[in-house]
């Protein structure tokens, strides 16, 4: 682990600061043959080493970190974050921990999750460090994965603190030093082209002065990272929510509270959108809440219209069809064929099993026809069941808000993605400066893509400040070697 020296404290102030500075050995002879080091030589080497600084603990910072430092051993690298680390990994899923997506290993497939940056990120993005090298990282370092029906990945325990403690147990092993409780609030450079960035702790009175020649931006949705961007140029679209539930203004969703639908086709509907937008239709598990609906069908359309649920302050209209795979033609057949067979029994106690329904979702149908549970097949009237197969297939029902998806927040906006290359993940607009993770304007639907994101943009980020790092320290190891020699 490399030791930070303290500076004195300035006089008059109880504030303190430390550098991060690094250093390497200088070659005097031009026969590229060096003296042994005096102490004047061994301070010089530390301060010429290279250094990198990952502001955000996250998914992408962490990964980064890793990289960077197992392709450039000698790169002193620190991460800051203002929280704890990995704290979004730590309660993802459930506190399982929904690594990556295992059906869309295709790259230009994968994009197609990703409401912003689906044009983007259809190129080489994915390409270089996908979801099976995402599996096979975390495989060869001692967490065994496993892939659900649904396509997400989780660690075989069920359990988050797999992956956090790998994560973390890797970069302590490499040398990674990991400071949280404090936050960056300014990075600015230097005449000598390093950035200087100031760190505070808020718990107390303390301001530390970092050096670095790389520095990551990887905070998340942090108004940290934002300010960081545009303090060197970048513009930044304005975050909203993404990823959220609907409230629903309608008082008998109570009564099916705790429903499970395994597969409804739902469809978002928007006065601000006049055209038709694929996106906003989505098929897949629904739940109802005391609220109203939940569910990936629903998490997934809330990513797509995000920012039109925004700017229309979460009023919308949602169409329901809780049994896509069948016309409405054939539900009418099949609700008159029901009739006729089970004209003696009663409507409560019998219901069609091509539906899928449950008996409770049956009755709740019934109340809304105003049919007595009791009364027998026989009498009820073609127009009543022309009503059942009409409220299945297009079942309205009016968004009134939004409420949060657990204790995660997704957020679409950020720094867009043509201000950075994202071959390199380095900012167009300032050298030395990289960004990963959902400080960009990429945001995925639910199932794992979000953490994809983080951990490809990492990966990506980490290797090319490994390789920068590796490059300019080519010429003082060869001079080591010499003197070794």
């Known amino acids: 682990m490399p030791h930070w020296p303290w500076l004195q404290p300035a006089a008059a102030t109880a504030r303190r600061a430390t550098p991060f500075v690094l250093r390497r050995n200088k070659c005097f002879s031009p026969a590229s043959v060096c003296a042994s080091p005096s102490i004047h030589d061994r301070a010089q080497e530390e301060e010429e080493r290279k250094s990198l600084v990952v502001v955000g603990g996250g998914a992408a910072g962490v990964y980064a970190s890793i990289r960077a430092k197992t392709l450039a051993p000698h790169l002193n690298v620190l991460v800051i974050d203002k929280g704890k680390f990995l704290s979004k990994v730590k309660i993802s899923g459930g506190g399982r921990c929904n690594v990556t997506n295992g059906h869309h290993l295709e790259p230009s497939g994968l994009a197609r999750n990703y409401p912003r940056g689906h044009k983007e990120l259809r190129g080489s993005f994915f390409s270089t460090h996908g979801p099976q090298d995402t599996m096979h990282w975390f495989s060869d370092h001692g967490v065994e994965l496993k892939t659900e029906d649904d396509g997400r990945v989780f660690p075989v325990t069920d359990n988050s603190a797999s992956v956090v403690d790998c994560l973390l147990n890797e970069a302590r092993r490499l040398g990674v030093s990991l400071q949280a409780g404090k936050s960056v609030s300014s990075a600015s450079v230097s005449d000598s082209g390093k950035f200087v960035l100031k760190v505070e702790k808020r718990t107390v009175d303390f301001v530390d002065y970092v050096n670095a020649n790389y520095v990551l931006v990887a905070t998340g949705s942090s108004q940290q990272g934002y300010s960081i961007a545009t303090q060197h140029g970048h513009s930044i679209i304005a975050p909203v929510p993404s990823l959220f ?12 509270s705790g429903v499970t639908f395994t597969r409804v086709k739902a469809k978002l509907m928007l006065d601000g959108i006049q055209k038709s937008a694929p996106e906003l239709t ?3 598990p629904m739940l109802v809440t005391h609220w109203g609906l939940s569910g990936p069908v ?34 009418k057949r099949i609700l008159f064929q029901h009739k006729d067979q089970h004209a003696k029994n009663k ?13 409770r979702f049956w009755r709740f149908l019934l109340e809304q026809e105003s049919l007595d549970g009791d009364m027998h097949w026989a009498t009820i009237p073609k127009n009543h069941l022309n009503a059942i197969a009409l409220q299945l297939k297009q079942w309205m029902f009016e968004v009134v808000g939004k409420g949060q998806f657990k204790d995660e927040f997704v957020t679409a906006g ?25 400080v960009l304007n990429v945001d995925g639907v639910t199932g794992g893509f979000n953490f994809q994101n983080a951990w490809t943009g990492g990966y990506i980020a980490g290797t090319s400040i490994g390789t920068l790092a590796s490059s300019s320290n080519l010429r003082p190891q060869a001079c080591l070697q010499l003197e070794a020699s």
Do not use: C
């Open 298 to 331: 629903v998490l997934r359309l809330s990513a797509w219209g995000a920012r039109e649920l925004y700017q229309e302050k979460y009023q919308a209209k949602l169409m329901v069809d809780f049994i896509p795979d069948i016309h409405i033609e054939d539900v």
């Open 282 to 284: 989505q098929t897949g």
């Open 414 to 438: 950020g720094v867009p993605l043509s201000e950075i290359s994202l071959n390199t993940m380095e900012s167009k607009k300032q050298p030395n400066l990289f960004f990963a993770g959902e």
């Open 245 to 256: 539930t609907f409230k629903i203004a309608d008082k008998r969703l109570s009564d099916l």
């Open 347 to 359: 409507v409560n106690n019998s219901f069609p099993t091509e539906f899928g329904m449950v008996k």
